[in-house]
């Protein structure tokens, strides 16, 4: 079991009547990871994780974590496991001290020291009712749920919903420790600079079927820069036109936008010809990148990792 | 006026009113028809003494129709429109702050006033159409079931009716919209109007006590009896003044105070256990084990409604011991004279006897109604979790789905054990002190049958809850099995020829055999039983099975 993949979703399929949530997903997502989930509202990423957790029943196909069947090992998967769900619910009448306390009794084995350590890392407050908190703070309290029992795996959903970007900085550093320590990290989000900071790999989700996966620094060089250069006279767009790497010349007056991946060099040599005068370059924003998964008419079908 | 959230605030509430009256219309229709095949009746009615007429409020002429009637404005018309009165005040504003949505409603450009107003004229119409609805009802169940009432005046009962149930739905209106907090709103309209059934039923039988009945707007839906003499306008413009100045009230505090946001107001234990001065009472009254694990939280959580339903059951058992002996020298000589299907029909059982007495008072319907509080609030608290998407949360840690429920019906259990256990204390220590005699074997098969019937009313919202998850639905379905139990048992069974019919009520069941007097019907307790067994398998393995919601 311990050669098990920290998670596993085999030709995952959900469908409620004529709709399908999930289609044919397959997903493998090893120990030591932090895997980024990726889509739009409604693609599928809650009733993943719902099913992964045995809240839902698949239409069809199996879900594994730590070698365990979600259905048949439910309860011991949940022994290994830290959840967090999307807009998170608590019981409003208990102050977070008791939420943790009976969720810590129903667990067994927490040890309060690290609740409070927690408690302390992300600022909670617990004496107060939970139906008294902001978001923020009802959220920090779901997060010292998630980590409390330093689960091998750890389900997320939407996490840094109303945290403040101090609180989302030690978030993500405990999400590394944890990762970094050997456990998994599953962080489905549509907070796309969130991932691009955490994550080792991410997959994309579109209307329930995964459409790609990709780990995150392979991602990095694939994804296409931004040139902006500075001529002392107009230079039409044609004459970046088949350069090698060069997508998308606009010229404006005396200044011409570009993007380009790989090397440089090819560009440099048209520029130079032209006597540039100053260019600068950026990253395209990951975002933009992503949005293009999105865009895309039709998807390329369940990809496995 | 706001037309587009008046309209809306109707739309919501349609589906309420349609069920109240459906439920009315068979209510009547069924009691009309039982009553049809009680041979003499109406000719007893005839005969009557004028003094029993008029307490009825009643014509000669109407006869067994005139008796349905009059239970259908006196007790159940008006608990179940007074029950949607309450609830639609309670929530028209209050509810709009509990569930949040009063911050989007509130930010669009209109004045409060207007909100106010909006709110207010549809929860008058809803009410008003509700009231009117039922009469129509009536009318329509009596034309089906051949019943001649056209020598009452339902329409002027009506109007005192809607007066008298306004007052107590404006009570609830007013302090939601005064406080926003709903849960006060619908407690304090909810206590006076039940306070208001005992003093306008209870005082007038108690010599000197007859006109301090009259400070009880439930007083008036008959105190003048509008079934024979029509509408007495003096009262009803009382009435509606009463409803005039509350609503001034609450627009008047509503424009000035700060809007809450969501469910973040305090409850009155969590008020009670912040006062130094209550903290201990508080404290004693919550229970300290409500986080120590599936069972006690579910206990903990349902452990004010049972604890205030019993303890309040338990008190008023105790004082009836006697309070019969003070008044069955007066009931004694009007029942004595009474055929007995008359008597089952206008609900007084036996009152000449201690066992009647508790019987037709307590055990049919004050015990099963409180039961059917705590213990359908306790069967439906499995769909709670999924309503309130706590149950996300609560399977992720490594609990089973059957330990889960097991433990909603553990707590469901044990509440109903608490209530009748109280009940028999309350019944036993009220025979003692009123020197009644009632034997302990007895009022103990009593309990007995009584946790039973309890049983099922909570099963039947466990099973619902487990099949659908819907907790809305588990307390609709089991409250309208309570109800119709109830009224079956009541109406069909004053027919002996309808006996299968009666069957089918779990009342039937409990009471049957009169058990104070009797002793134990076991196979009523095993009917009992087994019908909140198979109810709770049922409700297990669907929720084993199933997606969760939430």
Redesign the interface.
């Known amino acids: 079991m311990s050669d098990a993949p920290a998670i596993e979703v085999d030709h995952l399929t959900k469908k409620y009547g004529g709709f399908t949530a999930v289609d044919d997903l397959s997903l493998t997502i090893e120990h030591g990871e932090i895997f980024g989930f990726l889509g739009p509202n409604g693609a599928g990423k809650s009733t993943t994780i ?1 099913t992964i ?5 698949p239409t069809s196909g199996a879900c594994r974590v730590v070698g365990l069947d979600s259905r048949a090992d ?3 998967i ?2 290994q ?3 967090l ?1 999307a ?8 102050t977070g001290r ?2 943790i ?3 810590a ?4 084995g927490v040890e309060w020291a690290r609740v409070e350590a927690l408690a302390e890392r992300f600022g909670a407050e617990l004496d107060r ?1 939970v ?2 908190y902001s978001s923020g703070n009802r959220q920090k309290i ?1 997060l010292i ?1 998630a980590f409390m029992h330093s689960p091998r795996v750890v389900i997320l959903d939407e996490p840094i919903t109303g945290l403040d970007p101090l609180v989302q900085l030690e978030f993500h550093t405990l999400m590394r420790e944890h990762a970094h320590a050997g456990n998994t990290v599953f962080l489905s989000s549509h907070t796309l600079s969130e991932v691009e900071r955490v994550a080792d790999r991410v997959g994309f989700i579109r209307r329930g079927r995964l459409i790609a996966v990709e780990r995150m620094s392979e991602l990095h060089e694939k994804s296409l820069r931004r040139v902006t250069m500075e001529f002392p006279q107009p230079v039409p767009a044609s004459a970046f036109e088949g350069v090698e790497g060069v997508h998308d010349a606009v010229a404006e007056g005396t200044t011409v936008t570009a993007r380009y991946e790989g090397a440089m060099a090819p560009l440099l040599g048209v520029a130079a010809r032209n006597g540039v005068a100053s260019l600068t370059t950026a990253s395209v924003d990951l975002d933009e990148l992503f949005l293009e998964y999105y865009r895309e008419s039709e998807p390329t079908g369940g990809a496995a990792a | 006026m706001l037309r587009t959230v008046y309209l809306k605030s109707l739309r919501d509430h349609l589906t309420g009113v349609g069920v109240a009256v459906l439920a009315l219309f068979l209510t009547a229709w069924l009691g009309l028809w039982a009553y049809t095949g009680v041979e003499g009746a109406d000719s007893y009615i005839a005969s009557m003494p004028d003094a029993f007429v008029d307490l009825l409020g009643i014509t000669r002429e109407s006869g067994t129709a005139g008796l349905m009637m009059s239970m259908m404005f006196g007790f159940m018309g008006a608990f179940v429109i007074g029950g949607l009165a309450v609830s639609f005040g309670a929530s028209a504003i209050a509810g709009e702050e509990h569930d949040g949505t009063m911050n989007v409603l509130a930010s669009v450009p209109r004045s409060r006033g207007r909100l106010f107003a909006s709110k207010c004229a549809a929860y008058l119409t809803l009410i008003a159409a509700a009231s009117f609805a039922a009469t129509a009802s009536y009318w329509l169940a009596a034309s089906i079931a051949g019943s001649d009432i056209s020598s009452l005046r339902l329409w002027a009962a009506t109007v005192h009716l809607t007066a008298v149930l306004l007052v107590y739905g404006t009570l609830a209106f007013a302090t939601g919209a005064a406080t926003g907090n709903p849960a006060m709103a619908s407690g304090i309209a909810t206590a006076l109007l039940v306070v208001s059934f005992l003093g306008a039923g209870l005082l007038p039988l108690f010599d000197g006590w007859e006109n301090v009945a009259k400070i009880f707007p439930w007083h008036y839906i008959d105190g003048t009896s509008p079934l024979v003499n029509g509408v007495n306008w003096a009262q009803v413009a009382i009435l509606a003044a009463a409803s005039a100045v509350l609503l001034a009230a609450g627009a008047a505090a509503f424009v000035r105070r700060d809007m809450r946001s969501g469910a973040s107001s305090a409850s009155l234990a969590d008020r009670l256990r912040a006062n130094p001065r209550t903290a201990r009472l508080a404290e004693a009254w919550r229970g300290s084990g409500s986080t120590g694990g599936l069972l006690s939280k579910a206990i903990s959580d349902k452990q004010g409604v049972a604890a205030l339903a019993a303890y309040g059951l338990f008190v008023l058992t105790v004082v009836m011991g006697p309070l019969f002996n003070a008044l069955h020298a007066s009931l004694g000589n009007v029942v004595a004279s009474m055929p007995d299907a008359v008597l089952a029909m206008v609900g007084f059982a036996d009152y000449s006897t201690p066992t009647g007495w508790y019987h037709g008072e307590v055990l049919s319907i004050t015990g099963p109604a409180v039961f059917a509080i705590v213990t359908i609030g306790a069967g439906l608290a499995l769909a709670t979790e999924e309503r309130a998407r706590t149950i996300s949360v609560l399977l992720s840690m490594p609990v089973t789905r059957s330990r889960v429920a097991g433990a909603k019906l553990g707590a469901l259990l044990m509440l109903a054990v608490l209530c009748v256990a109280l009940l028999f204390g309350g019944i036993w220590l009220g025979s003692v002190i009123g020197g009644l005699g009632i034997g302990v074997a007895n009022i103990a098969a009593a309990a007995a049958l009584q946790a039973g019937l309890a049983l099922v009313f909570g099963t039947v919202a466990f099973a619902v809850a487990g099949f659908t998850g819907n907790s809305r639905a588990a307390a609709w379905i089991a409250t309208a099995v309570a109800l119709a139990g109830w009224a079956i048992n009541t109406f069909v069974g004053v027919n002996p020829g309808l006996d299968w019919l009666a069957a089918l009520s779990p009342f039937h069941w409990a009471l049957s055999n009169a058990p104070l007097d009797n002793g134990m019907n076991w196979t009523g307790l095993a009917v009992l039983l087994g019908a909140s067994g198979v109810l709770a398998i049922g409700g297990l393995l669907a929720y084993g099975k199933r997606d969760l919601r939430g």
């Open positions: 719902r957790l045995d809240l839902l029943r439910a309860v011991a949940r022994r496991v830290g959840f769900p807009d998170l619910a608590l019981y409003p009448n208990l008791r939420t306390q009976y969720f009794n129903l667990r067994g009712k139906g008294e779901g749920l």
